[in-house]
């Protein structure tokens, strides 16, 4: 089982670039300086840019 940073079950994943920024184009599998993270659905439509952030604590970039 995979937490979001909210605490809630992740069922999405995102890529984040080497700069830290989510990868929306390019190959979908990566490998090299690229980081994937879990999300949940709702968290994963923020960083998608498809629903306006309520809130970003929490999401730190490594």
Do not use: N
């Amino acid at each position: 089982r995979t937490i979001c940073r909210c605490g809630r079950k992740a069922t999405m994943v995102v890529r984040l670039g080497s700069d830290g920024k989510v990868a929306k184009q390019g190959q979908q599998v990566a490998i090299g300086k690229d980081v994937y993270v879990s999300l949940c659905r709702r968290h994963w439509e923020e960083e998608m840019g498809r629903s306006a952030p309520d809130d970003l604590i929490g999401f730190v970039s490594p």
